[in-house]
């Protein structure tokens, strides 16, 4: 499907998928942290989902980097675009990074030791920190089955083995956000375990018009989260008491965050009205009034002739 343009490594053991719609701009700074990686066995699959913006479309069609093929397909949603690009991909195990993210140097190196030890982990994930419009520390520290039909707990781009995508049937093409969270639950619902390494290794691009918002919005997210739970039903059926108790534990969290937030909120705003009383007593003193009379003096043409005069206004409290 499409056409491409073909830089390979001769034996990889990690295959870097990278859709990238609309995101040229971003793509060079994503393809070199995979070539800066210290695991160098890897090869890079970019993938254009039908990018309609001039630049982006400018920047692929003559994108050249070592071990980097690019391929060009009609329009796709994200899902489709990976699995496209996992179709090319001859590494045993998988990256779906996208085209605005970094991967920090050791990233893949610590991933693929884990999934070498175990042949059980089928994801190794890891915590990532968040930049741009947002900044923050993501730290998952739990991510059984359970776990995923919670919430998300892995990181997009966490690698996963080559043979798990296929038994699990790839992503879910029709999904309109969130289809990582959709294939992890495929994979652990195969018997394979997610391994988190607790280093931030991922750095995650918070944009304004980043699709994860527009996933979070009202209905949409409703959507997503029931063809979700549909197409994982037997799963949600088997472990709804859990699940229960996870969003509840989850909805907790989120109430005591958002008091903290209302209780930090108040708690500055108390303090910048005790500032601005302050100020406003200190310019009503009259060390305020006696150094304004001394800064007037010294800016005037003859000023430090008037000074007396000045002080004398300034302690009855008038102006200078």
Request: with cysteine; proline share 2%.
């Amino acid at each position: 499907m499409g056409a491409s343009m073909e830089s390979t490594c001769a034996a990889p053991i990690v295959s870097v998928v990278i859709p990238c719609f609309n995101l040229g701009k971003y793509l060079g700074e994503a393809v070199d942290s995979v070539l800066g990686q210290t695991l160098k066995e890897t090869e890079i699959i970019v993938v254009d989902p039908g990018s309609t913006e001039e630049a982006t479309r400018a920047i692929l069609a003559d994108f050249r980097r070592p071990r980097t093929t690019v391929v060009f397909s009609g329009r796709m949603r994200a899902g489709a675009a990976r699995n496209l690009g996992i179709s090319r991909a001859r590494g045993r195990y998988i990256c779906c990074l996208d085209a605005d993210d970094i991967l920090e140097p050791s990233c893949i190196e610590k991933c693929v030791a884990a999934l070498d030890a175990d042949e059980g982990i089928g994801i190794a994930t890891f915590w990532f920190s968040i930049f741009g419009e947002t900044t923050g520390l993501t730290r998952p520290l739990s991510a059984t089955l359970v776990d995923f039909l919670v919430e998300n707990c892995a990181c997009t781009a966490a690698l996963f083995r080559r043979e798990a995508w296929g038994k699990a049937g790839g992503y879910d093409e029709e999904l309109e956000g969130y289809e990582d969270w959709d294939f992890w639950i495929g994979i652990m619902e195969l018997g394979y375990r997610a391994h988190i390494i607790r280093e931030p290794l991922f750095r995650y691009r918070d944009r304004a018009d980043g699709k994860h918002r527009a996933s979070d919005t009202g209905a949409r997210r409703d959507g997503i989260v029931r063809r979700i739970m549909a197409r994982h039903e037997s799963s949600f059926r088997a472990h709804a008491l859990e699940v229960i108790f996870g969003k509840d534990r989850q909805i907790g969290t989120y109430r005591a965050y958002w008091e903290y937030a209302l209780n930090e909120a108040a708690r500055a705003r108390k303090d910048r009205e005790a500032a601005e009383h302050e100020l406003r007593a200190l310019r009503a003193s009259k060390a305020w009034r006696l150094g304004c009379a001394f800064r007037d003096a010294r800016r005037s043409a003859g000023g430090l002739l008037a000074l007396p005069i000045r002080l004398a206004r300034a302690l009855r409290g008038k102006g200078g």
